[in-house]
């Protein structure tokens, strides 16, 4: 049947509204897109609940021209009829047509209900990335981690598009208003020509000291994505982590995907994961190791609880590293109204940091993060 009415269109030369030929042709593709654009016109962006389903169907319904498409039909049926068929071949085929367009408008309700329910599924996503953003780390079940690696992936992609932006503005350069006013004494005042400052911003180094107990695990694991999805923002950085003892962990970062490596640096690490958190032996070791390596161009990220399960804090260790390096920066995992009880010794590291900032959630760490960056490149240090 379909046939005889691709024949008739062709032999008959019959001008007909676009939407005949595409109910007449079968072409479901192009009559999606014909439904598509009627919701464009219709408003179906505003579209947000089931109750508005059938008064977006309708809206998009209207916006073709019913009245053309039956005239057709008509003219359609009376050719074929002038080709001899008998009526019950006219019958069968009016019956098909009738069907075809019936079809049609049960796709337009069809292609409404589909926007629903997109539109509800992202909002379904977009709540569960809010609602994970704001959860405790340490309360995360491993689907929600799982999910939470795409959420820092896109914290990542945000605040380097932001430090991206603000860097074109910044090469543009900035009015040098004394060699402009100079200059422009020499035309009685009138500034001919305009001078820039450009000034040239160095990369900051960055290392990361991140304790990897069972407790603050998760904390580190995303600070790690974090951080290492930023690299480019940084001239250098490195990663240590430990329980007690403590092993850098740049080369795996350096070797393997970030994912990889993380798994690696959480797992796979020259420490005993299992032993009693000692921030005490981890800063004594860190700095008689690496104390030469430091300098007034790196800033240290320590991410840890200070739970030091009654060890000898050896606050010495922490004021050592200070003196050698631009500024440390400490995030902890723990509420704030847990620091200094029980075995926390976080009073006696305060004073050998420049910020000190409670870190229990994603939000609160791409918070901290983004400022970071931005607060170097402001400074242009």
């Known amino acids: 049947m379909k046939d005889l009415l691709d024949q008739l269109l062709d032999e008959e030369g019959l001008e007909l ?10 072409q479901g593709s192009e009559m999606e897109m014909a439904i598509r654009s009627g919701g464009q016109n219709a408003g179906l962006e505003r579209l947000m ?23 057709d039909l ?11 068929l008998d009526p019950g071949q006219l019958a069968r085929i009016r019956n098909y047509l009738e069907l075809r367009l019936e079809a049609f408008k049960r796709m337009i309700r069809q292609h409404v209900e589909r926007e629903l329910e997109r539109r509800a599924y992202r909002q379904g996503e977009k709540l569960t990335r809010e609602v994970l953003a704001d959860k405790p780390l340490f309360a995360l079940t ?26 074109r503005q910044e090469h543009k350069g900035r009015l040098d208003s004394r060699r402009t006013t100079r200059k422009s004494l020499q035309y009685g005042g009138i500034p001919m020509e305009i001078f820039l400052k450009r000034r040239h911003r160095e990369k900051p180094k960055l290392i990361t000291i991140c304790d990897v107990s069972d407790s603050v695990r998760n904390a580190s694991r995303f600070m790690l994505q974090l951080v290492w999805s930023l690299q480019e923002c940084f001239s250098r950085v490195r990663s240590y982590v ?16 970030v994912e990889r490596a993380i798994e690696w640096a959480l797992k796979g690490a020259p420490v005993d994961y299992h032993c009693r958190s000692d921030f005490g032996f981890a800063f004594s070791r860190f700095s008689k190791t690496e104390l030469d390596s430091l300098d007034r161009k790196t800033t240290i990220l320590v991410l840890g609880d200070a739970r030091n399960n009654y060890n000898d804090p050896q606050a010495w260790a922490l004021r ?62």
């Open 17 to 26: 509204d676009e939407l005949t030929e595409l109910l007449m042709r079968g």
């Open 49 to 71: 609940y089931f109750l508005q389903v059938g008064f977006f169907s309708r809206r998009i319904s209207d916006s073709f021209d019913w009245s053309a498409i039956e005239g």
């Open 74 to 84: 008509e003219r359609i049926m009376k050719a074929l009829e002038e080709r001899g």
């Open 142 to 167: 491993p689907d929600e981690i799982a999910q939470m690696k795409s959420v820092v992936a896109r914290l990542a992609r945000k605040i380097k598009d932001a430090l991206a932006l603000r860097q």
């Open 242 to 257: 430990f329980v007690s003892e403590i092993a850098e962990v740049t080369q795996a970062f350096n070797t393997y995907p």
């Open 320 to 381: 050592l590293i200070r003196e050698r390096v631009k500024g440390i920066i400490w995030l902890n995992p723990e509420g704030q109204w847990g620091w200094g009880i029980g075995d926390s010794v976080m009073p006696l590291y305060t004073p050998s940091c420049d910020f000190v900032r409670e870190c229990r959630t994603i939000g609160q760490l791409g918070e901290v993060v983004d400022n970071l960056v931005h607060h170097w490149w402001r400074r242009g240090r």
